[in-house]
């Protein structure tokens, strides 16, 4: 006898971010850096209140399984998290508008239905099979967001509130040469050098728990400013996409060569795989060494990483603004805790949530 097949019903979906909303027209200028109880952070208690309002209003009904699903996507195409009445956003197909995600998360209820027998509850679907048949279903869309993973998580399972730590990235490419066509709507193209030293100085100013009233937007909703940044690194990185120049083509091949202990052939035996091309690097009469034609030039790159159990509206993009002024000499470290509202905002193009990370049983 063939297998039942079911019709899931309409999934009920929470996310982890807010729609854009509009920024403060002036915020402090003062970091204070929290020291002992001075300060009350009522983070926690904030989200408690919060967690027990949703579960007042949940009703868990044992025909409904919850999963959690991991989401990455790219934002430029979407208008937010939220459902509009116009415009494309994630919850619509399925977080800030423009923001990308390795790993979004939430959470959705699914009831399986008898299509043989309406009405009749069946055993609910496995992750994989949950997660591939919505994955079927967005590609056959515009293709920009794709389920990453999908667990079975218990009905009073929250996905925002039962998360202890996100981490984002930030990605800046600096250099005079317009951002590649790759690369467009990916990260913030900064013209200037930046001087890596003094944003990692300006991190460790930054970095740890303080009021971070100067780097929140007008319509931040949360009721205390202190949050605790437990990470907040400058790292330089490749380009990306990245594709080996000559010369490491022609050191890989060599270390292939050299690891190759069976072989009768010595080094001078073996035909070259590569064949320098004559034009790819050219020496000027000033002695400088220049790309050939047709080979761009590449951005130095650049990743903020910032790490924290919770973060104020357009904190994150803040912080990006001010170490990109202190990178660039506008700012100096010290000036990063005493920011003026004239400190600029990151562009959201450049913003990747990475990881949002819960206390999770491999087996629940």
Same mark, same amino acid.
């Given at each position: 006898?063939?297998?039942?097949?079911?019709?899931?019903?309409?999934?009920?979906?929470?996310?982890?971010?807010?729609?854009?909303?509009?920024?403060?027209?002036?915020?402090?200028?003062?970091?204070?850096?929290?020291?002992?109880?001075?300060?009350?952070?009522?983070?926690?208690?904030?989200?408690?209140?919060?967690?027990?309002?949703?579960?007042?209003?949940?009703?868990?009904?044992?025909?409904?399984?919850?999963?959690?699903?991991?989401?990455?996507y790219i934002g430029t195409r979407f208008s937010?998290?939220?459902?509009?009445?116009?415009?494309?956003?994630?919850?619509?197909?399925?977080?800030?508008?423009?923001?990308?995600?390795?790993?979004?998360?939430?959470?959705?209820?699914?009831?399986?239905?008898?299509?043989?027998?309406?009405?009749?509850?069946?055993?609910?679907?496995?992750?994989?099979?949950?997660?591939?048949?919505v994955n079927h279903f967005l590609q056959k869309?515009?293709?920009?967001?794709?389920?990453?993973?999908?667990?079975?998580?218990?009905?009073?399972? %929250?996905?925002?509130?039962?998360?202890?730590?996100?981490?984002?990235?930030?990605?800046?490419?600096?250099?005079?040469?317009?951002?590649?066509?790759?690369?467009?709507?990916?990260?913030? %193209?900064?013209?200037?050098?930046?001087?890596?030293?003094a944003m990692q100085k300006a991190c460790q100013?930054?970095?740890?728990? %303080?009021?971070?009233?100067?780097?929140?937007?007008?319509?931040?909703?949360?009721?205390?400013?202190?949050?605790?940044?437990?990470?907040?690194?400058?790292?330089?990185?490749?380009?990306?996409?990245?594709?080996?120049?000559?010369?490491?083509?022609?050191?890989?091949?060599?270390? &292939?060569?050299?690891?190759?202990?069976?072989?009768?052939?010595?080094? &001078?035996?073996?035909?070259?795989?590569?064949?320098?091309?004559?034009?790819?690097?050219?020496?000027?009469?000033?002695?400088?060494?220049?790309?050939?034609?047709?080979?761009?030039?590449?951005?130095?790159?650049?990743?903020?990483?910032?790490?924290?159990?919770?973060?104020?509206?357009?904190?994150?993009?803040?912080?990006?603004?001010?170490?990109?002024?202190?990178?660039?000499?506008?700012?100096?470290?010290?000036?990063?805790?005493?920011?003026?509202?004239?400190?600029?905002?990151?562009?959201?193009?450049?913003?990747?949530?990475? %990881?949002?990370?819960?206390?999770?049983?491999?087996?629940?």
């Amino acid at each position: 006898m063939p297998a039942e097949q079911s019709t899931p019903s309409v999934p009920q979906i929470s996310h982890q971010l807010r729609n854009q909303r509009p920024e403060s027209p002036r915020r402090p200028s003062k970091l204070a850096k929290i020291d002992g109880g001075d300060f009350s952070d009522d983070v926690e208690e904030e989200e408690e209140k919060e967690r027990e309002s949703v579960d007042r209003n949940m009703s868990p009904n044992p025909r409904i399984q919850r999963y959690l699903v991991a989401i990455e996507y790219i934002g430029t195409r979407f208008s937010g998290a939220q459902k509009q009445a116009t415009g494309r956003t994630v919850v619509g197909v399925l977080e800030d508008a423009g923001v990308h995600a390795l790993s979004n998360v939430c959470h959705v209820d699914i009831e399986r239905i008898s299509k043989r027998k309406p009405g009749e509850v069946l055993a609910p679907h496995e992750p994989s099979v949950v997660k591939r048949a919505v994955n079927h279903f967005l590609q056959k869309n515009e293709g920009d967001m794709m389920v990453i993973d999908v667990q079975c998580v218990p009905s009073d399972f %929250h996905a925002r509130y039962k998360a202890q730590e996100r981490t984002y990235f930030y990605r800046l490419l600096s250099g005079k040469e317009p951002l590649s066509t790759f690369d467009k709507d990916r990260a913030w %193209h900064v013209p200037e050098e930046l001087d890596l030293l003094a944003m990692q100085k300006a991190c460790q100013v930054l970095v740890g728990r %303080h009021d971070f009233s100067s780097f929140r937007a007008a319509a931040c909703q949360a009721k205390s400013p202190i949050r605790t940044l437990e990470e907040l690194t400058v790292t330089e990185v490749a380009p990306s996409p990245y594709f080996p120049s000559l010369l490491e083509r022609e050191q890989s091949n060599y270390a &292939t060569v050299g690891s190759i202990s069976n072989s009768n052939k010595s080094e &001078t035996d073996c035909p070259p795989c590569v064949t320098a091309p004559s034009n790819q690097l050219i020496e000027n009469s000033g002695g400088e060494v220049i790309q050939g034609f047709g080979i761009r030039k590449r951005h130095r790159c650049f990743v903020v990483t910032a790490r924290a159990r919770s973060f104020l509206y357009h904190q994150v993009r803040l912080l990006v603004g001010v170490l990109k002024s202190v990178g660039t000499g506008d700012l100096t470290v010290s000036d990063a805790k005493n920011v003026s509202a004239a400190s600029p905002m990151a562009p959201a193009s450049g913003l990747y949530l990475g %990881h949002v990370k819960y206390d999770l049983s491999p087996n629940i």
